[in-house]
């Protein structure tokens, strides 16, 4: 399995996890901000939350790591929280824009 094939696939399975508050998944929000796969197959993702006092704060990161660690080939999960640049609308895809009715 090529590295890009991982991350595609990984990149699928983020689109399985929605924010609690916005009925609109991660990485169509513009959650996610970045996601690697190394040679060994381990995945590093770059996230943001939509506030830094964001109640999911928690429970976000820790989904995320569950559902890109369950996939098949996938070795260790780094999950990392950063808010450089901080989350706005403008980070959302036009679908996501569409499903709220913001566009």
């Known amino acids: 399995m090529t590295d890009a094939t ?6 699928e399975a983020l689109h399985t996890i929605y924010d609690p508050e916005i009925p609109v998944n991660i990485y169509e929000l513009g959650l996610i901000y970045e996601v690697r796969v190394s040679p060994t197959n381990d995945v590093d993702v770059v996230m943001t939350l939509t506030t830094p006092n ?3 704060a ?7 790591e569950r559902t890109v660690k369950a996939l098949d080939g996938v070795g260790n999960v780094n999950v990392s929280i950063t808010f450089d640049p901080p989350w706005d609308k403008t ?3 036009e679908a996501a824009l569409f499903q709220i009715g913001l566009f």
């Open 6 to 11: 991982l991350r595609d696939r990984a990149v």
């Open 54 to 56: 964001c109640p999911s």
């Open 58 to 64: 928690q429970s976000l990161p820790a989904e995320v």
């Open 91 to 93: 980070m959302m895809s």
